[in-house]
């Protein structure tokens, strides 16, 4: 079985300061990960992916995010915050194999930026 | 029209209504999605559907009745609903259900009263 954990629901950060969205996984098998936005009154659009390459996943809008193996972790991160970047936040897990169309996803954070 | 849309946008119905959500999706995708988004609970999985036929059926309750015509459109019956089946319902499309990728439609927001 696999599972995600999103630590925060809330984050709050000030316009141009790092961005950094917590979010831990479980899984029995090598895991695929996934980050998620939603921006209000829309749909989820994918930022970014890990499928076994590069542990460090570059996504749009400049976000990545790092696969760590040994921490269970694919936290992500932005240098500098923007207002237009306020918005949940959704990390997914599926697996490398068999029902691998099954996406895990953990409870969301908000990404609140002030000026 | 591109990606993934949904119609309606917004729906209010009684408990003993009957209506239907619609999907449609203009990626060429083999496999489709619904989706239940509830408050402060993560996105659960409903539904898959791979080349019109029904892969996935999450233990869902027979009040959602999910129909599949072909690749391209996905509908879900509602009938004799509870109000807490208010939520986001959102539809997926994905290349093939081997393909971990999938794109969002942007949500049906269902109040039943």
């Known amino acids: 079985a696999q599972s995600v954990t999103q630590l925060g629901s809330h984050v709050s950060v000030s316009e141009g300061a790092l961005v950094l969205l917590r979010c831990n996984y479980s899984s029995s098998v090598p895991p695929y990960l996934f980050w998620y936005v939603q921006y209000p009154n829309q749909g989820l659009q994918l930022l970014l992916k890990?499928?076994?390459?590069?542990?460090l996943v570059k996504g749009i809008n400049g976000f990545e995010a790092e696969f760590k193996k040994s921490e269970t972790s694919f936290h992500l991160t932005k240098p500098s915050a923007h207002m237009s970047d306020a918005a949940e936040y959704f990390c997914a897990v599926s697996e490398s194999g068999g029902s691998n169309y099954k996406l895990t996803f953990g409870k969301g954070t908000l990404l609140t930026v002030n000026p | 029209e591109t990606g993934v849309t949904q119609t309606p946008r917004h729906l209010v119905m009684g408990m003993t209504n009957k209506k239907s959500l619609k999907c449609e999706q203009h990626?060429?995708?083999?496999?489709m999605y619904w989706y239940k988004q509830s408050a402060k609970k993560p996105l659960e999985l409903m539904f898959v559907y791979s080349l019109e036929e029904r892969v996935e059926n999450n233990s869902v309750p027979s009040r959602f009745s999910p129909e599949c015509p072909n690749s391209s459109h996905l509908f879900l019956h509602l009938h004799t609903l509870q109000p807490e089946d208010s939520a986001l319902y959102l539809c997926?499309?994905?290349?093939?259900?081997?393909?971990?990728?999938?794109?969002f439609g942007p949500g049906t927001r269902l109040t039943v009263t």
């Open positions: 890990y499928t076994s390459a590069a542990t």
């Open positions: 997926a499309s994905s290349q093939t259900t081997g393909i971990h990728e999938q794109y």
């Open positions: 990626l060429g995708h083999n496999a």
